[in-house]
């Protein structure tokens, strides 16, 4: 399973292809060129590579299918879930209705997101930022992060 890190800047061209940045790239498992794309959670799209997507689908296979949450889940989820290839340019397509669900233009940020990468209109990703304190960033932190035993950061 890779593991991402870094951010970086790509343009969707007029047939809705961006170009996965070569940081990405190098961060990939050779020979590893297929993903799946979907809807993210906070209206941005995350790309899981084929062995970071399978386990969620494994895990899900395990959900209990009567129960009305896993159901609703489960459409909003893998409703949207699209498989993707790089082509020889190295570019990936962003199906139309995904790309309308973020409302991404020509400008994106590629985001890692450790596992997976997220991918945000840019400057909705760069309001992100804008709208949080480091004060409000280290409370954050310190409710995600400080609760654990092992490293404190």
Do not use: H
Not at 42 to 49: A, G, H, I, Q, R
Not at 51 to 69: H, Y
Not at 111 to 139: G, H, M, Q, R, T
């Amino acid at each position: 399973m890779s593991t991402f890190f870094g951010e970086y800047e790509a343009t969707v061209d007029a047939k809705g292809r961006f170009l996965l940045p070569g940081g990405f790239k190098k961060q990939l498992p050779e020979g590893e060129n297929k993903f799946v794309i979907n809807r993210g959670f906070e209206k941005c799209l995350t790309l899981y590579p084929i062995k970071s997507w399978e386990p969620i689908v494994q895990e899900f296979l395990l959900k209990n299918e009567f129960d009305k949450n896993v159901r609703d889940f489960r459409r909003q989820f893998f409703g949207g879930a699209t498989e993707v290839e790089l082509d020889t340019a190295g570019r990936l397509l962003l199906p139309q209705t995904l790309k309308e669900y973020a409302n991404l233009t020509k400008d994106i940020i590629l985001v890692a997101a450790l596992n997976s990468i997220e991918i945000w209109d840019a400057e909705k990703y760069k309001k992100l930022f804008e709208d949080i304190s480091p004060e409000a960033y280290s409370k954050l932190a310190a409710e995600v992060m400080g609760n654990k035993g092992g490293t404190n950061l």
